[in-house]
């Protein structure tokens, strides 16, 4: 089936009754869920030229079943305090669908989880996975329980009970949760415990599990290293290299650690960390040893970033502020969903970023995307930059099926070879004529296609 991919940019203005007029269903069919309204609308912008070029993919309303959950699994969880008090949270999975592999996808614990911001995750999701390469459906799920200040043991509880509510939905070839926000390797391993347990199963339910008992070499590292991978991918485009480089990157988790990391490989110099409270500013450089000292202190003492000014004297602190205002070359927010407003692009780009990278998940606001786009900056989205993560999750799950295991150095190689690939794809469906690359066209018609050509292959389903 030859799919019409209009080779002229797309006005984004004669599009846009169409691409109104879809919203407003989605819209009213989902009132409240902005995040989730937000995703859908920048896809829809991109990809409604294909589906108007399509007469099948209009026909077939794929773009309407695609902004339509396959299911939505919603329970409640229960579990009890240090001191024996009793709390109830809201658990999730949502299903987006899995067309073209098992529903996959992470799970989050914050208290700023609702249904809304699940559905743009998985959202995102089906797209970001369809453009790994591998057979991966999409599906997000979590929880609005906080697990900042809660012991070892409250962890423990409270996700033996969600795993209690959820595992008779999950399994190796229908649905794979991993870990996001509030979910690492800590979680994970509960999580799996308790499935292990009621199940009597011990297979590849779950990815991003320890070494020892079927995690994938490079899973931890996989999303920040890809992050890095994808902005060496754009930089080279314009002869330009990682080496060198000053970088802001936000958040202080999984993401932003492992970004660091590889920033400092390939002879970056990164600046910043941040979390809810703050940001700290390093004109040194986060080196290994500090980030050593980071981890420890995030993913041992889980304290909070502040302290780093305390121990490293020459970092500045910025109390409630994001790192957007410090100058860069490169920009890496990843830490949650609109933590790049206009404004912050807007300083970004005057203090001279010319590339932005996003680990995390829809950082930049729909206004910001616009000022980055219209400086002519390299912006890659967080679907194709963070692909890495759920990439190797897709190698950990081929490596259980298998009952092996791949060395670091193959898995770093695969993973490099999948985010240069999802560069091509990127470049492939977003150059414009002048050949500047629209990476947020490239990336969403790039998996659009192969998810639309599944859906009209396999029927009315
Ligand atoms: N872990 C993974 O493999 C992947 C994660 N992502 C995305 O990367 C981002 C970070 O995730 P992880 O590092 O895994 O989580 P994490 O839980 O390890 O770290 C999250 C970080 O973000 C900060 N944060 C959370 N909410 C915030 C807020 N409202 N304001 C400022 N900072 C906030 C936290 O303080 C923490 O430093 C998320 O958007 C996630 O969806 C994307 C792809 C894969
Ligand atoms: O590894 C995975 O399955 C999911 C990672 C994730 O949640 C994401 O890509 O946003």
Redesign the pocket.
């Known amino acids: 089936m030859a799919i019409s991919v209009p080779q002229q940019v797309p006005n984004k203005s004669a599009v846009q009754p169409a691409v109104e007029e879809f919203m407003a269903g989605v819209v009213g069919q989902s009132p409240g869920e902005v995040e989730f309204h937000q995703a859908v609308h920048e896809v829809a912008e991109s990809v409604m030229p294909v589906v108007q070029a399509n007469p099948a993919y209009r026909e077939a309303r794929v773009l309407e079943r695609l902004a339509v959950p396959d299911m939505v699994i919603m329970f409640r969880v229960v579990w009890a305090d240090d001191n024996g008090q009793v709390h109830v949270n809201r658990g999730y999975r949502v299903r987006m669908n899995n067309l073209v592999g098992p529903y996959k996808g ?1 799970l ?1 614990f ?1 208290p ?1 989880v609702n249904l809304g911001v699940l559905k743009f ?1 998985a959202f995102e999701q089906i797209f ?1 996975n369809s453009l790994t390469t591998l057979l991966l459906g999409g599906a997000k799920g979590g929880s609005d329980f906080d697990p900042k200040g809660r012991s070892d043991g409250e962890i423990m509880r409270f996700c033996q009970a969600f795993m209690t509510a959820l595992f008779r939905y999950i399994g190796p070839d229908i649905d794979v949760p ?7 390797g800590r979680e994970i391993g509960y999580l799996f415990g308790q499935y292990r347990k009621l199940t009597g199963c011990f297979h590849g339910s779950l990815t ?1 599990k320890s070494l020892n008992w079927g995690g994938s070499n490079l ?1 931890p590292e ?2 920040g290293y890809g992050a890095v991978y994808f902005a060496e991918e754009m930089l080279a485009t314009r002869k330009e290299g990682i080496a060198g480089k000053t970088a802001t990157v ?8 492992y970004t660091i990391q590889k920033l400092n490989a390939l002879g970056a110099k990164a600046l910043t ?4 409270n703050g940001t700290i500013v390093d004109p040194d450089g986060i080196d290994d040893e500090k980030l050593a000292w980071v981890m420890e202190l ?1 993913n041992v003492r889980r304290g909070r ?1 502040q302290e780093y000014v305390e121990k490293f004297r020459k970092a500045e602190y910025l109390p409630g502020k ?1 790192p957007w205002s410090v100058p860069c070359d490169l920009a890496f927010p ?4 609109n ?1 790049v407003e206009e404004d912050d692009a807007r300083q970004l780009v005057a203090n001279g970023c010319f590339c932005v990278s996003e ?5 930049s606001t729909p206004r910001a995307v616009d000022v980055f786009q219209e400086a002519g900056i390299l912006y890659g989205p ?1 679907k194709a930059a ?5 990439a190797v ?1 897709g190698l950990e799950m081929n490596q259980n099926a298998g009952c092996m295991k791949r060395s670091r150095e193959a898995v770093d190689e695969q993973l490099r070879g999948i985010m240069c690939s999802i560069h091509e794809n990127c470049v492939t469906y977003g150059a414009n004529a002048d050949g500047v690359v629209d990476y947020v066209r490239g990336a969403n018609i790039a998996a659009f296609v192969k998810i639309a050509d599944a859906m009209l292959q396999q029927g009315y389903v």
């Open positions: 992470g989050r914050h700023s995750l970001k991993a870990g996001d926000i509030g979910v690492g991003g899973r996989a999303t936000s958040g202080s988790g999984n993401v932003a650690q960390l941040s979390d809810s995030k970033i994001r990843s830490a949650t969903q933590e680990g995390a998940n829809m950082p967080g963070n692909a890495g993560g759920v999750s």
